[in-house]
């Protein structure tokens, strides 16, 4: 794993509570697990800095063999910005050098009218993902009470930054019309 960052210590494959045991009093451990499709996150490490932005890491641990499949960092939804992803990306590209692909999506219908923005760094631990959404004011278009004052009827701004192990996801951007 990384030599750097909030998971220094830690291992792939690891169960939940070899993470309780190594974070302590800083880990919450929820009552209730976080579904994430192929894995869940039971473990929760709040006020993780990043370029000096807070985020949350959710440790996703494999359903079917329990064990640490990959750490997402997120931003909490009202402090999503443009300043604050710019901060997260000059700290990987500090830790990581230059991204090895960059990614944009257009807003649509398609996408939720969201712009998106991934950055993908491959090295020897595994696969950095920076991803950011940004929600449109075309996102009010279709709300059922056509208020713009009641906000976006549909999907909101996202910081995210998944780490996965080597071949846990790909360092390329995915293809037009694909999922990402």
């Not at 794993?1 to 220094?8: E, V, Y």
């Not at 359903?63 to 402090?79: D, T, V």
């Not at 009010?140 to 009827?153: I, R, V």
Request: some cysteine; proline content about 8%.
């Amino acid at each position: 794993m990384a030599n750097a960052g909030p998971w220094q210590g830690i291992y792939w494959g690891e169960p939940s509570a070899a993470l309780i045991a190594h974070f302590g009093a800083r880990a919450t451990l929820l009552r209730r697990p976080i579904d994430f499709g192929d894995s869940y996150a039971d473990v929760v490490l709040r006020e993780v800095s990043v370029g000096g932005v807070a985020l949350v890491a959710f440790f996703q641990m494999d359903k079917a063999g329990g064990g640490l499949r990959r750490i997402q960092l997120e931003r909490q939804r009202h402090g999503v910005n443009p300043p604050a992803f710019r901060a997260v990306v000059d700290a990987l590209v500090a830790a990581y050098g230059p991204p090895d692909a960059t990614c944009g999506l257009s807003p649509g219908p398609a996408s939720g009218y969201q712009a998106a923005t991934q950055l993908f760094w491959s090295h020897g631990d595994g696969i950095v993902r920076a991803i950011f959404r940004d929600t449109t004011i075309e996102a009010f278009e279709g709300c059922l009470e056509g208020d713009p004052t009641l906000g976006p009827c549909g999907l909101t701004g996202q910081l995210l930054v998944r780490i996965s192990p080597p071949g846990g996801d790909v360092a390329r951007c995915p293809a037009p019309g694909g999922a990402g």
